[in-house]
């Protein structure tokens, strides 16, 4: 019998999350974007699965690699959209238009915060959502599309 090639993962994080490890630790951590990125690699490496990251501060610029998701073959996205989460219809557009599955991630909880920080334009789309969990999140997002992948 063939083994079967997983599509790869792409995790994709919006503005401001190139600071993680300074920016407000008391509410994101210590942990910094390479170091999270690094586990992620690592852990889909382990199970046999590519997995890509990218960050960007600009909105235009993540519309871009959502659709080149779609023409490079991703399997599943771990979005972290940061801001974008109460302002990017253009993300969320993307997403729908290359239609592939995907988990939106939040290190801090989101509806414990300022009250406009409640509303998400991903929610309603995502295949689930993680958040208030820290850097953590990102590890059972990654599990659960590992998974996913696998299953298919």
């Known amino acids: ?14 503005p401001n999350l190139n600071l993680l490890g300074t920016r407000e630790p008391q509410i994101y951590g210590r942990e910094t974007l390479p170091m999270i990125e690094r586990r ?7 199970d046999g699965v590519k ?14 690699r959502v ?7 991703v399997g ?4 972290n959209p940061a801001a974008f989460t ?9 997403l729908t238009a290359v239609q592939i599955p995907f988990i939106e991630v939040h290190m801090s909880n ?6 406009w920080r409640a509303h998400s334009h991903f ?12 850097s953590r999140g990102y590890d059972l997002a990654l599990d659960y599309a590992i998974a996913r992948l696998k299953s298919r």
């Open 67 to 73: 659709q080149q998701a779609k023409r490079d073959g």
């Open 110 to 115: 989101i509806h414990a915060r300022e009250p």
């Open 86 to 94: 109460y302002s990017s219809i253009a993300v969320r557009d993307a």
């Open 123 to 134: 929610t309603a789309v995502a295949v689930g959502s993680v958040l208030g969990l820290g």
């Open 51 to 64: 997995v890509e990251c990218f960050q960007t501060n600009h909105e235009g610029v993540l519309v871009d």
């Open 1 to 14: 019998m063939k083994k079967t090639k997983f599509k790869s993962i792409l995790v994709l994080n919006g």
């Open 40 to 46: 992620l690699v690592a852990a889909g490496k382990a």
């Open 76 to 79: 599943f996205i771990l979005l």
